[in-house]
Antibody
């Protein structure tokens, strides 16, 4: 059974940093591209970042480019999102999502999300 | 970035009725558009990819069409479990972008 379990969310002050993780199981993690997608309170879905299966190619939304870094550890089946210079508008539920194989925006499995709140 | 505009914002229908949702792109995305269903408290669910291909396990009442800048998601006969928010997502160009969503609610 495919499982994606996010962790590491919490309350952080504006300008602060946070690293969230997504532990994957039930599928060959190193064969699949992964993404982070977020949903701010009362808002719609926003794609945040993607990484290919090997980790050598990364892609970002304009709103987070230069502040967030997506990475993965295929030996530990874990996806990460390092978030720096956080802003109140980064407050959201952050979901990790598994792509079918390649970087294709066909997210067939999602985690339940981790909540990030940016506030003073 | 490519902007996706979904209409209507809210669709009020009864079970058994047909739903037609629209997604318009600010520039051509060829066929590289997907549709997702999202219910409160649940993870989103992939319905359609590459404009018209149904994802694994998705019932035949869901169908997608279009290319270029204009796309539709149709639900032939609404079941109670279909009342949710629907989003389109383009992967034609980076950054990928979602539409703002269409809420399908019970009339």
């Amino acid at each position: 059974e495919v499982q994606l379990l996010e962790s590491g969310g919490g309350l952080v002050q504006p300008g602060g940093s946070l690293r969230i993780s997504c532990a994957a199981s039930g599928f060959p993690f190193s064969s699949h591209a992964m993404s982070w997608v977020r949903q701010a309170p009362g808002k719609g879905l926003e794609w945040v970042a993607a990484i290919n299966n090997g980790g050598g190619s990364t892609y970002y939304a304009d709103s987070v480019k230069g502040r967030f870094t997506i990475s993965r550890d295929n030996s530990e089946n874990t996806l990460f999102l390092q978030m720096n210079s956080l802003r109140p508008e980064d407050t959201a539920i952050y979901y990790c999502a598994k792509d079918v194989i390649a970087v294709a925006a066909q997210f067939d499995y999602w985690g339940q999300g981790t909540v990030v709140s940016v506030s003073s | 970035e490519i902007v996706l505009t979904q209409s209507p914002a809210t669709l009020s229908l009864s079970p058994g009725e047909r739903a037609t949702l629209s997604c318009r792109a600010s520039q051509s995305v060829r066929i590289f558009l997907a549709w997702y269903q999202h219910k409160p408290g649940q993870a989103p669910r992939l319905l359609i990819y590459d404009a018209s291909s149904r994802a694994t396990g998705i019932p035949a009442r869901f169908s997608g069409g279009g290319s270029g800048t204009d796309f539709t998601l149709s639900i032939s006969s609404l079941e109670p479990e279909d009342f949710a928010i629907y989003y389109c997502l383009q992967r034609s160009e980076w950054p990928w972008t979602f539409g703002q969503g269409t809420k399908v609610e019970i009339k």
